[in-house]
């Protein structure tokens, strides 16, 4: 995922439903417009059918004509012991850049939310240009900012640009949610005999967590996929997508193929349960409620 | 942290020389409140008159910019809200909705580390009659159930004192009526000190033993019910609570015991006891119920005030009551309302009629009369617009 | 939406009390970080534009100057670049549109009535971002190559030459930069059309609008902060992107784009301050074409 994906991603995610529950009838003729967006939605998915196809493909060097089916890439993945080495890299940098990132989010959404202070607009552009600076930008930026100090590039300075690229889109996330939080619960907590302190955990917390949740969720995702940035403060550090960068001239092993399709199924089938277990709470509250 | 008891019994609450101030406006201008113990006390007034910043000042979820709240004799104004013995029903309810009905019960009995939180939490919803629902969680509940959780949320802890923001401004009518007997009934049998904030005349009078009318951050007055709306000392009472007809006129005449009042000619009596000034121009007024409509003239008498003749110009039935609108010549518009005992209205529109009532049940105002609405030195000037619209849409409604 | 995210002082703040310390201690950290790791880079990069070689120096070797003139260079050098950059993401944008519009429409509105359709259909629209970029852009590359079926089967029905070749080629480029930026479009699309009062639509027949009217005179311009959105969301990274352009991905020798000469400036030849220069140039374009847009579109309180 790059930077503008998650910002789309993060509006579709925070916006509310308004609109009433009703749609138009259909103009352009019943099924024209149903038909469109099937093969549109086919369109978008053709690539990814294909990667998870090949990683099914018994191939030997590169992976691009297909030679028959066979189930050991998916065994013995870490054959390819380049693959998995920039894997583990990716899922190490991914879980120190997205924990950083979620906390100091975190701090900023209810900062901006519940208090009152100078600069504001200053701080919210600051927030804001990460998201609207092109990668190649953010990555040399960085990578002379380096290159002045005298930093080694390696783990450290791409979890640091990481970092760096994941905030924004934690106060984004997470502010959303704040700011659906009705500050009468906070205050029944505070008058139910509750210290500020355990307001915050035992009432303020629980509630945002959803958020911050799904705020990691995109900070991990937007960290392991990113390529650009990290090509800039890598070193000679490799992550998934740069080993996928460097072998791209002379082919990727399918084993490639094998752990981009198992992340992908993972995410998918995690969005999918969240979406189905909200679903169903809706379902529940309906039944009970009223 | 409050200490692990409850309160003995309600408390009294006091508010000296309160005065609170956000950047821009003033909500209270300066607030003297004395609320005896075990009483349930009503707080009403039009929206942004300053009722729920009293109510959040108790509380201590606001900080007064002068003056000190003091519960049962003690000064509370620097204890944090959660080292007050004081509890909230929120407007919104404000349930957790991360934890099940009986956690949300039991928060507070947990946070002052009481014994047996569960069991208490347990014979609070008894008392609300939720404890079957004590598994489900708050989205589960319709309104009326919520609110009630809200309620034993409060009462469970034993405050000194209940503050009630509004608990019943998002149930429909006919629950609110049921939920405004119940409050009621609990009250007296936990025999808590209740604070009730509403906008609704009927819901304060109908529940509470003392109301206190609140207008732009003052006091306007204090009293019984009854005694309020027998007897208004201000037009803003006078209309507020139910409403009124009112003459303003110079004092022509007094005896020991009544003062005459010439509005544009016509002589109104009223009993002095029941004026505020005595003398100079003064507004007097009476209720429209109390006012009997009459075909012919009637005869002049001594413990009677009339008007007339004047023509009908609207009449608007209501179920119980037919109110009819009479424009008089000289004294404006008069409004009678008249029980309908029989069938069909006693006059139609254009009829020539008089009015008469009572001297008894005229009441005399306090009010400079003509003065200018007052407007606090910094108010906001959104809300000063406000004002001045409504102004001239009441203009515009009676050209 | 999404360029409004940051907007200050929108309807939805809750009367923020002061506390200045708290705010302040919340704050300090991350506004910290981001100066220290995105503002100084920013100004890191400035200096290094305009820096000159040491004399007698190593390769990579360099310092402080005012040497303006490399802006110059750079735009001699690589105008073509920068040119050919803005041309792709431009065209790439229009078909994102073209191509995102309906689908979001239908996903917003006519699905309204089946939830569960609406939120699957949602799911696949972001499904794409959950593969890996550089990966899903390889797989275009295969399908599209020579030997692949699709242009063998375009060759055997004569409609492409039988020597030519997609891969490589400009429109191979904006082929790949508009199929991985549309989800970027379609998403901000979904949610101004999700809150479309279709009331509205209704009214607009109800006064004697042509279905196709009424798409033009009510739901465009009420999408209008929608596709604003998507716009600069597809638009700034396209403009910025160096993968599809690739040699190595779709792109050929003559498809280069300002990302790539930035990359091999930097991480190759070693010539950071054409890479800065570059860079700021880029930013500032981009910059300066977001501004006119967001003006002329007169959604101005989206920024």
């Not at chain 1, 939605?41 to 691009?64: D, G, Q, R």
């Not at chain 2, 200018?372 to 050209?399: C, G, W």
């Not at chain 3, 705010?23 to 534009?49: E, K, N, R």
Request: aromatic share 10%; charged share 15%.
């Amino acid at each position: 995922m790059t930077l503008q994906e998650g910002l789309a991603v993060t509006d579709a995610v925070t916006t509310p439903r308004q609109s009433p529950r009703r749609g138009v009838r259909l103009g352009l003729g019943n099924w024209l417009l149903p038909l469109y967006a099937i093969l549109a939605l086919v369109f978008l998915l053709i690539p990814i059918a294909y990667t998870f196809v090949f990683s099914f493909n018994n191939s030997v060097k590169s992976n691009i004509v297909w030679r028959g089916f066979t189930f050991d890439k998916w065994l013995n993945v870490c054959d390819q012991i380049d693959v998995c080495v920039a894997f583990g890299n990716s899922l190490i940098i991914g879980v120190t850049a997205t924990i950083a990132a979620t906390v100091l989010g975190t701090m900023i959404a209810i900062a901006l939310v519940r208090y009152r202070f100078r600069f504001r607009s200053a701080i919210s552009l600051l927030l804001f240009l990460p998201m609207a600076t092109p990668e190649v930008v953010l990555g040399a930026g960085l990578a002379s900012e380096f290159l002045g100090a005298g930093v080694e590039k390696g783990l450290g300075t791409i979890i640091i640009a990481h970092t760096m690229f994941c905030v924004s889109f934690v106060v984004v996330t997470v502010k959303a949610r704040v700011s659906t939080l009705d500050p009468a619960l906070e205050e029944a907590g505070r008058d139910l005999y509750g210290s500020p302190n355990q307001v915050f955990w035992r009432i303020t917390f629980p509630l945002l967590l959803p958020g911050i949740i799904a705020a990691a969720l995109l900070s991990f995702a937007l960290s392991f996929d990113d390529f650009i940035i990290t090509n800039f403060n890598a070193g000679t550090t490799s992550t998934f997508p740069k080993y996928i960068y460097i072998s791209a001239a002379r082919g990727i092993p399918a084993e490639a193929n094998v752990i981009a399709s198992a992340v992908f199924i993972l995410a998918i089938v995690l969005v999918l349960i969240s979406q189905i277990s909200s679903a169903m709470k809706r379902k529940k509250l309906a039944a009970n409620g009223g | 942290m409050a200490s692990g008891t409850f309160a003995e019994s309600g408390a009294d609450l006091e508010l000296v020389g309160i005065q609170k101030r956000f950047p821009g406006f003033t909500a209270i201008e300066h607030l003297d409140l004395t609320i005896p113990a075990g009483s349930f006390f009503a707080l009403l007034g039009p929206s942004g008159c300053g009722k729920t910043t009293t109510l959040r000042l108790v509380a201590g979820l606001e900080d007064p910019t002068e003056g000190s709240i003091l519960i049962g004799g003690k000064d509370v104004t620097k204890l944090k809200p959660f080292q007050r013995q004081v509890n909230t029903v929120f407007q919104s309810y404000a349930l957790f909705p991360h934890m099940t009905v009986l956690e949300n019960v039991a928060f507070g009995l947990r946070r002052r580390k009481i014994e047996d939180p569960i069991g208490k939490a347990h014979e609070a919803l008894v008392l609300v009659e939720l404890d079957h629902l004590a598994t489900r969680k708050p989205q589960q509940l319709s309104g009326g159930q919520q609110q009630r959780v809200a309620l034993a949320r409060a009462i469970v802890n034993r405050p000194a004192l209940l503050l009630l923001d509004e608990p019943l401004g998002a149930l429909d009518l006919k629950l609110r009526r049921q939920m405004q007997l119940e409050l009621k009934s609990i009250q007296e049998e936990v025999g808590l000190t209740f604070v009730h904030v509403t906008h609704d005349q009927e819901e304060a009078m109908t529940m509470a033993d003392t109301v206190a009318v609140m207008n732009k951050g003052e006091i306007e007055q204090l009293g019984a019910p009854e005694e309020l709306y027998e007897l208004p000392r201000t037009a803003f009472v006078a209309n507020f609570l139910g409403q009124s007809n009112l003459f303003t006129g110079h004092v022509s005449g007094s005896t020991s015991n009544s003062i005459t009042v010439d509005v544009e000619g016509t002589k109104i009596t009223i009993p002095t006891k029941r004026a505020q000034r005595h003398k100079g121009e003064v507004t007097v007024g009476v209720r429209p119920e109390k006012l009997h409509l009459h075909k012919n003239a009637p005869k002049k008498e001594a413990g009677t005030n009339s008007l007339g003749p004047g023509r009908i110009i609207d009449v608007s039935f209501s179920g119980v009551s037919t109110q009819y609108t009479i424009a008089i010549p000289g004294i404006d518009k008069v409004t009678v309302f008249q029980q309908n005992t029989t069938f069909g209205p006693l006059a139609g529109e254009g009829a020539e009629v008089w009015v008469s009532w009572d001297v008894d049940h005229g009441f005399g105002l306090e009010d400079e009369p003509g003065a200018t609405p007052r407007f606090p030195a910094d108010a906001d000037t959104a809300s000063i617009a406000v004002q001045k619209r409504r102004a001239l849409m009441s203009e515009l409604e009676e050209s | 939406m999404a360029f409004s995210a940051f907007a200050t002082g929108t309807a939805k703040e809750q009367a923020p009390r002061r506390k200045s310390r708290i705010a302040l201690l919340l704050l300090l950290p991350g506004i910290l970080y981001l100066m220290l790791f995105f503002l100084v880079p920013l100004v890191s990069l400035v200096i290094t534009s305009f820096q000159q070689p040491i004399p007698f120096g190593d390769i990579g070797e360099y310092q402080t100057a005012f040497k303006w003139e490399n802006y110059v260079d750079v735009v001699n050098t690589y105008g073509e670049h920068i040119f050919r950059s803005f041309g792709y993401a431009i065209l790439a944008t229009i078909f994102a549109l073209l191509f995102s519009y309906p689908l979001a429409y239908f996903i917003g509105v006519t699905a309204r009535r089946w939830p569960l359709v609406q939120n699957l259909m949602l799911v696949l629209v972001i499904a794409p971002f959950f593969i890996s970029f550089l990966l899903r852009t390889l797989a275009w590359k295969s399908l599209l190559s020579d030997e692949s079926f699709v242009i063998s089967g375009l060759k055997a029905l004569s409609l492409m030459a039988p020597d030519a070749h997609f891969t490589g080629t400009p429109a191979a480029v904006i082929f790949g930069l508009t199929y991985n930026f549309i989800p970027f479009m379609t998403l901000p699309l979904y949610s101004t059309l999700e809150r479309l009062d279709t009331r509205l639509l209704e009214a607009g027949s109800d006064l004697y609008s042509k279905p196709s009217m009424t798409f033009f005179k009510v739901t465009v311009p009420l999408s209008m902060s929608g596709i604003v959105s998507g716009v600069l969301l597809t638009f700034i990274p396209a403009a910025g992107d160096y993968i599809n352009a690739s040699r190595d991905f779709l792109g050929g020798t003559g498809t280069q784009m300002i990302g790539n000469v930035i990359e091999s400036n930097f991480l190759v030849t070693l010539n950071y301050p054409a890479a800065a220069a570059l860079s700021i140039i880029l930013m500032a374009v981009i910059l300066v074409m977001v501004t006119v847009y967001v003006k002329r579109s007169g959604t101005e309180d989206l920024l």
